[in-house]
């Protein structure tokens, strides 16, 4: 398997980092670079860059310009994928975003015009505001990983990552996501307001009236597609335990019987659990994964995947507070 240091012949060269593995060179060089540009939410970048390895996908929920946008562009040009964004509004129809047929009067037929969808990085900015039957043409692709039209199938580039977003303040024009269209996320990041040395190093380093393409041309490309599907390759090979394996199926049925919970998670919450804690042991330079990796990514993976019942959210009760208690009454086992 290719080392990610030798990502592509015209990739430059980035000072070396402290690691002990490939993997963990990897990561900590897609990290150097990153800070080049984006600023603090350390939680949305590292849970980002493990739904790309571990073929998941990511929502986020946030208010509006906390640079989701700058981040994903900036991801772009670091892992050398090719970038899109979709606007998702009301009147959004899912041929805008799978493409649809378009005759060609030249040929006198039919051709496939390719949406904003064929892309590797696609940011669906304010998912939430889509109708329904956008959501399912949606579905499919983060399933799939292809574009079915008029019964032709068309597969996607990999690899190939979601972030949607989806603003918590406004609900005027929006549809709550299906619970069948939320577990397709891998997982859910709330983003908060930067910290107070976070929001002045903002400042700092774009408070001046610079052209953006400009800096993000600047980052250095440190990997290639290529690369990153045999380092998730890679990732897959990580051990986990079945001690560790029978930790999260705990975690993940105990939500079905939490009495805060009406809806616990599905199977596919343990699978998102797994798959990511081998992405993340990787990350920290190991070839197995321990108790704390679960414990870590326990809420993303969970979060949307649960939902109050009536008398917890007049309580007052919080989702994340909810299975942070829970996590609690579960032991976790020593490795």
Known sequence: MSDPQSASADAPVVAAVSATTPMQQLFERINVELRKVYVGQDELVLTTLVALFSGGHVLIESVPGLGKTLFVRALGQVLGCNFGRIQFTADLMPSDITGAPVFNMKTQEFTFRPGPVFTQLLLADEINRAPAKTH???????????????????????????????????????????????????????????????????????????????????????????????????????????????????????????????????????????????????????????PDDVVELALPALRHRVSLTAEAEVEGRTIDACLQEMLKTIEVPRM
Request: aromatic share 8%.
């Open 136 to 290: 399912a043409a949606l579905l499919e692709i983060m399933q799939e990983y292809r574009v079915t039209v008029d019964r032709q199938s068309y597969k996607l580039e990999r690899p190939f990552l979601v972030l949607a977003t989806q603003n918590p303040i406004e609900s005027e024009g929006t549809y709550n996501l299906p619970e069948a269209q939320l577990d397709r996320f891998m997982f859910k990041i709330s983003a908060e307001y930067p910290a107070d040395h976070e929001e002045a190093n903002i400042l700092k380093m774009h408070g001046r009236n610079t052209d953006v393409d400009a800096r993000l041309q600047q980052l250095q490309r440190v990997t290639s597609p290529e690369v990153l599907l045999q380092a998730a390759e890679r990732c897959n090979q990580v051990h986990v335990e079945d001690r560790l394996i029978e930790y999260v199926n705990k975690v993940v049925r105990r939500t079905r019987a939490w009495p805060q919970f009406y809806l616990g998670a599905s199977p596919r919450a343990g699978l998102s659990l797994v798959q990511g804690t081998r992405t993340l042991a990787a990350f920290r330079g190991r070839d197995f994964v321990v």
